[in-house]
């Protein structure tokens, strides 16, 4: 279930690659990264508006991050492989999957790092959409600190629907909230409510309703 030693190896170099590559396609601004848990379970929520959004998180994270993504995506040849070996793990939309969450709480018991975006698709518009409430559940049975990244501006390298990256002329941000702990008392709707509040906070879009 862990990182392998190779890939620990390889994020440093990794990071600099991404880093270079975000350098000239939207270079990147990341606030907060400090309030990460440097060790110990910690799940990550965050809003998802581009295809690149893992990258940055990744990117933005001093730790190596567990994502659980589309089920879709382990079909595609040579993706499907790429994010396997960083222990990617699959969800299937539409419907509850309770073994992707089951996966999730196991690997957080562990003292990984895991990222999930609630929304449980990408947004066309770039405005956050309603968080899913398996995001809950993982946050309730892991006991793990939960914590939030607003993202800003990817969609504009990589727009809802195209496969090819472009300058966008424009800064991506990567913003980290405060870190927060519930129990198995708390209910969905108080979670999902924090998240909400902090995601729209980070991506500047507290106006929002």
């Keep these: 279930m862990k990182h392998?030693?190779?890939?620990?190896?390889?994020?440093?170099?990794?990071?600099?690659?991404?880093?270079?590559?975000?350098?000239?396609l939207g270079?990147?601004?990341v606030r907060g990264s400090r309030r990460v848990p440097r060790k110990g379970g910690v799940l990550i929520l965050s809003n998802h508006i581009s295809?690149?959004?893992p990258i940055l998180v990744q990117l933005a994270c001093r730790?190596?991050?567990h994502f659980m993504a589309k089920s879709e995506l382990f079909e595609i040849k040579l993706l499907g492989p790429l994010i396997r070996w960083f222990r990617?793990?699959?969800?299937?939309?539409?419907?509850?999957d309770r073994a992707a969450l089951r996966h999730a709480i196991e690997l957080l018991k562990l003292g990984e790092a895991v990222c999930i975006f609630p929304e449980g698709e990408l947004s066309q518009s770039g405005e956050l959409q309603a968080l899913q409430r398996g995001a809950a559940l993982v946050v309730r049975k892991a006991g793990s600190?939960?914590?939030c990244c607003g993202l800003q501006r990817t969609n504009r390298i990589l727009p809802y629907g195209s496969f090819r990256p472009r300058i966008s002329l424009c800064l991506t941000k990567a913003a980290w909230g405060e870190?927060?702990?519930?129990?198995?008392?708390a209910g969905s709707a108080e979670i999902l409510a924090w998240a909400e509040t902090e995601l729209?906070?980070?991506?500047?879009?507290?106006?929002s309703t």
């Excluded at 870190?179 to 008392?185: C, G, I, L």
């Excluded at 729209?200 to 106006?207: K, V």
């Design 63 to 65: 730790r190596t991050i």
């Design 4 to 24: 392998s030693l190779a890939l620990r190896l390889a994020l440093p170099f990794l990071r600099l690659f991404t880093a270079l590559i975000f350098l000239v």
């Design 145 to 147: 600190p939960v914590i």
């Design 200 to 207: 729209r906070t980070l991506t500047d879009q507290t106006g």
């Design 179 to 185: 870190t927060k702990s519930f129990d198995e008392t």
């Design 51 to 53: 295809d690149i959004d």
């Design 27 to 29: 270079p990147p601004i």
């Design 88 to 96: 990617t793990f699959p969800v299937k939309r539409g419907e509850p």
